[in-house]
């Protein structure tokens, strides 16, 4: 496979321009690639071959011939002729994982099993041997037309290969223009296969296939589009032209061929429209749009927004009066307005004819347009003045109509902020102020609109010269049109980090002088100066002009004292700090009594949420407080108010953590907090031994309201937190009255022994002397199950008087363990055998007439019951048993207690094997086992018979306890002597209970029968002769003869 224009390269490495050698084996096919690397003129001229590409085929391969660089014919195995497509070759590498290799496309597949294409010939030496063969059996013309000649033993039949041009032109020639253009974005994307009339490699592809694109589309409009041609088939015409022309990105072809195609046929609005949804989609790049074809755009909304705004004055006189008719306030009335208003955000603004933007968004108030063309062209002060003379010219109509209104009582609203509230351009200049001090895109972020442009730094600068310089006229405007807005707009210069940022990249004395020597270097608190003395101004100004200003002026100044204040660090004085402090606390009254009141100093904007917030960051920048007196007073005054948490930071200040926690527990939202808020301060405070004490205490005092509110986050935070900031003594006192949270407290410290609670370990040790009883009590009321393990962990504790807790409370395997250990084996008796008796009840009331929380376990047992009683049926009495299998009474309470207590019967008497009697050994397993029994002949009466699968589980369990008492009989008991006693106490019985029982007896009286005879045998024999007999055969003498010395 050679290219079509191949050149010799002067490297050694492989190239892509190098020829390809295709060789087929088997079911592969290789690519090799053909590099002839530079030599010198007298060497000799040398190739080398690397593998390339390798391939993978259905079928083994038996011939096969190229028609071009990258289409083969293959006859395979199969008897199948097939036509391939070679993949296109990546032309530069992919980062990322590896994609799985591409495969041959198909392109066509011929079945020629009926033709004759194999031929014999002498393969072997001695001519002895044929062997079919394949080779030569295709051919193909060199020429344009590439015809496939396949040989055979006595026809040659022709392929030929199919053109896209061709068919390209019996689509134009049935006027499907659209499928046509369809087919050459396949062939440029790579979803059809190239053939014959394309290049193999993508970039050369695309080229051709643009260029053929290009004189469709041509002789497509020449052709076609006409000055009368209708107005939808036009548009149909310009929708099939452009979306080939965007998807193959032929930007030349649809500014150029395009465009004037249909300005020449006096079509130029309908290219206008067909092409605006694509640049709104953002499917046309910023850097391929053309000015000509933008500024006409522009110019063809120049007649339609004339009319628009003409029938929307109209609506507005005829029935529909509005304050302000434009897109703004009546959007339904501007469709035409919203969709330029739209496109201009998504075009690149540099591209327009911004003489006509400029004109058209101004004659027809499209103030977004205007601000977005300005701000992209980095000018943030041209449009804020356009906005400040539009807006004043809307508040003097606003207020004149609200005035009206007011007095002739149709409006009884405030006059307070009514161009911010009725006025939506009043809003945007200020939303535009806003996000421009906070460095963000107007009026959309760049993820909404890629076209927008970010503020810079030097924006802020110039909108402050713009709004603070001295002699400025433009704060005095804003401000007679909202003060609530300015202010807010400038204290996002404090509250916003990326303002904050360029304000103190500035504050250098070397720095430019930006708002004039006063105010230089320009900081944070040099800011608020010129703010404050710009509103002088403006208040003296108004005195002489005797027009006042905004009577909320003062109110939202003091706002934005609160807010600037903490950030810029402020050194108010006392005066003015205590009365943004009285401001922010008669919020909740003025919003409550005299908000609707035109002379109202507040606004309803302000939640009392936000000035608490705001009350604390001036109470932590400055304290305006002489002496305690005052500060109460205003404790006072923010309680009344419902400021509980600044009051409460007043308290904690001071270290009044009792009063701070009474503040939180009285609102509802801090109240839930209030766990959160104790564990942050004891984090805070750590080491500050006397702060740390103080808020320990103030919440024990304060512990039954906190067990109210939720007494399990108390536990965890008491036992996880105070462990380590308390004096535990003090903390247990407390504790006495919850006996849940002081035994959750002692285990922290007792049973986790966590090194940080104590300072060395004899202090650790005589804490728990002094309460381990305490904690054993507390575990024998609420945790009985826990009593044990913790007496068996810990062996050094007071026995008697835990012993009398555990009786106290009934805790009978922790008092057995106890007994044990003081050697009272017969109270040990006394207990373990009555706890049976009562477990054994327990049992049979379960399984007779069981609670429904204990049927689901219930039904468990009784699978497991009746598998067991399948099994002794069939007499496997020595069965095998599954380690993992479960016991029989898993999930059971009643049927485990039975058996743990027969456990523990069991470890008694192991342990104390050597000490309890004779007599008190047989008293805990007759017993266990007299009791067993008897339950097992109250369960087969008569009376209590039944044919229930529960009370044949009953049997089954009492079966399986009687074995289990039965193996420790067994084990401690003298066999002969148990039996005696079981002839003497179930003699009289007719059950067949003692069946299994008795049976193991007689084996193991059997069993010690046996080992008695074998004794006896080995006694009566005589041990030394054995021995005596192999030493007497040792002994032996040995005969030895001359010869056989010599031969050794």
């Not at 306030?329 to 933007?357: G, I, K, S, W």
């Not at 601000?371 to 992209?376: A, I, L, P, S």
């Not at 229930?948 to 008991?973: D, N």
Request: charged share 25%; with cysteine; glycine share 6%.
């Amino acid at each position: 496979l050679r290219l079509e224009s191949p050149e010799m390269v002067d490297n050694a490495q492989p190239q892509s321009s190098d020829p390809l050698l295709c060789i087929a084996f088997g079911m592969s096919l290789h690519l090799m690639r053909v590099s002839f690397p530079k030599q010198d003129s007298v060497s000799k001229e040398d190739f080398k071959i690397s593998l390339a590409h390798k391939y993978r085929w259905t079928a083994p391969i038996q011939s096969m011939v190229a028609l071009n660089e990258s289409l083969l014919a293959l006859l395979d195995g199969d008897k199948m002729l097939n036509v391939v497509q070679l993949p296109t070759p990546s032309e530069e590498p992919k980062l990322g994982p590896a994609e799985p290799p591409a495969q041959l496309t198909l392109v066509h597949s011929e079945d020629v099993s009926a033709w004759s294409l194999v031929y014999h010939t002498q393969t072997s030496v001695d001519g002895s041997k044929d062997a079919r063969s394949h080779h030569g059996a295709l051919a193909v013309f060199r020429g344009r037309s590439r015809t496939l000649y396949i040989c055979g033993m006595k026809q040659v039949w022709a392929l030929q290969i199919g053109r896209w041009g061709q068919y390209v032109e019996d689509l134009v020639g049935r006027n499907d223009w659209s499928a046509a253009l369809d087919i050459f974005l396949a062939l440029r994307n790579g979803s059809l296969p190239p053939l014959l009339d394309f290049p193999h490699a993508l970039a050369a592809r695309r080229r051709a296939v643009d260029s053929r694109t290009t004189q469709v589309i041509q002789s497509y409009l020449v052709s076609r589009l006409r000055p009368d041609s209708p107005r939808m088939e036009a548009r149909q015409m310009c929708t099939t032209a452009v979306s080939a022309c965007i998807e193959m990105c032929l930007w030349s072809v649809l500014y150029k061929t395009v465009f004037e195609c249909f300005k020449a046929a006096g079509h130029i609005n309908v290219y206008c429209n067909t092409l605006e949804p694509f640049i709104v989609n953002g499917r046309i790049p910023k850097s391929q749009m053309d000015s000509e074809v933008l500024s006409s755009i522009l110019q063809s909304y120049a007649l339609p927004l004339e009319e628009e705004e003409h029938a929307a004055q109209q609506n507005s006189t005829q029935g529909n009066p509005s304050l302000f008719v434009d897109c703004d306030h009546c959007p339904e009335l501007f469709p035409m307005a919203r969709r330029l208003q739209q496109l201009v955000l998504y075009v690149e603004v540099t591209q327009l004819d911004l003489n006509l933007a400029i004109r058209l968004f101004t004659q027809h108030r499209l103030w977004t347009a205007l601000v977005h063309v300005y701000c992209t062209l980095g000018d943030y002060t041209s449009p804020l003045e356009l906005l400040v003379g539009e807006c004043t010219q809307l508040t003097k109509r606003c207020m004149t109509k609200a005035q009206d209104d007011l007095a002739s009582g149709e409006d009884g609203r405030s006059l307070v902020e009514r161009p911010l509230l009725d006025c939506l351009l009043v809003r945007k200049m200020f939303f535009f102020l806003h996000r421009c001090f906070e460095l963000r895109c107007f009026p959309l972020d760049v993820k909404d609109a890629p076209s927008m442009v970010h503020p810079g730094p030097k924006s802020i600068i110039e909108l402050l010269k713009c709004m603070l310089r001295p002699g400025s006229p433009l704060f005095a405007r804003l401000l007679r049109i909202s003060p609530l807005g300015l202010f807010m707009a400038l204290a996002s210069l404090y509250t916003s980090p990326s303002a904050g940022h360029v304000i103190q990249s500035q504050a250098s004395a070397d720095g430019p002088c930006i708002l004039g020597p006063e105010y230089h270097p320009l900081t944070l608190a040099s800011l608020f100066r010129a703010a404050e003395e710009s509103l002088d101004g403006a208040r003296r100004q108004a005195a002489e002009e005797n027009n006042p200003l905004p009577p909320n002026t003062d109110s939202e100044f003091l706002w934005f004292i609160a807010r600037a204040a903490p950030r810029a660090k402020l050194n108010l004085p006392r005066d003015r700090c205590q009365q943004v402090v009285e401001h922010l606390l008669a919020t909740r009254d003025a919003l409550a009594t005299g908000s609707a009141s035109s002379s109202s100093p507040s606004f309803g904007c302000h939640s009392p949420e936000e000035a608490q917030q705001l009350l604390i960051g001036v109470l932590m920048a400055e304290e305006p407080f002489a002496n305690r007196e005052q500060r109460e007073e205003f404790v006072g005054k923010a309680v009344q108010q419902g400021f509980l948490a600044a009051a409460s930071w007043i308290h904690e200040k001071h270290g009044e953590f009792d009063r701070a926690l009474d503040c939180r527990m009285q609102d509802e939202k801090l109240r839930e907090e209030i766990f959160e808020y104790i564990i942050s301060r004891l984090a805070e405070r750590a080491g500050d031994g006397e702060c740390e004490g103080a808020l320990v205490e103030a919440t024990l005092q304060r512990l039954p309201k906190l067990v109210e509110l939720d007494a399990e986050r108390c536990a965890v935070m008491i036992c996880e937190q105070f462990a380590n900031a308390a004096d535990h003594g003090s903390v247990l006192h407390r504790l006495q009255g919850f006996p849940d949270i002081e035994l959750q407290y002692l285990e922290t410290l007792l049973v986790r022994k966590k090194r940080a609670h104590w300072k060395d370990a004899q202090e650790h040790q005589d804490f728990f002397d002094r309460h381990v009883v305490r904690y054993v009590e507390l575990l024998c009321s609420h945790s009985p199950s826990a009593v044990l393990p913790f007496i068996i962990e810990n062996e050094a504790l007071p026995l008697q008087r835990c012993l009398e807790m555990c009786r106290r409370y009934d805790v009978t395997d922790a008092s057995i363990h106890l007994l044990e250990r003081t050697g009272d084996f017969p109270l040990v008796l006394e207990l373990l055998l009555g706890d049976y008796s009562a477990a054994l009840e327990k049992l049979h009331a379960t399984f007779t007439d069981p609670k429904e929380q204990h049927r689901t376990a219930l039904a468990r047992v009784l699978k497991r019951l009746n598998a067991a009683a399948a099994v002794r049926a069939q007499g496997e009495q020595e069965h095998s048993k599954d380690p993992n299998e479960s016991p029989w009474w898993e999930g059971l309470h009643d049927a485990q207690r039975c058996s743990e207590l027969l456990d523990h019967a069991y470890g008694l008497a192991s342990r104390n094997s050597n000490i309890m009697t004779d007599a008190q050994l047989e008293d805990l397993w007759f017993g266990l086992l007299r009791r067993t029994v008897r339950m097992q002949e109250q369960v087969a009466s008569p009376a209590q018979r039944a044919t229930s699968k529960r009370h044949a589980g009953l049997v089954t369990a009492l079966e399986e306890l009687a074995s289990q008492a039965m193996s420790g009989v067994l084990a401690y008991l003298s066999l002969p002597r148990s039996l005696k006693w079981i002839c003497s106490e179930f003699g009289a019985s007719r059950l067949g209970i003692w069946r299994g029982p008795v049976g193991s007896i007689l084996s193991g009286l059997n069993f010690q029968l046996g080992l008695l005879c074998a004794a006896k045998a080995v006694a009566a024999q005589d041990v030394v002769k054995p021995f005596s007999a192999v030493k007497h055969r040792g002994s032996r003498g040995v005969r030895i003869s001359p010869e056989d010395v010599g031969a050794a």
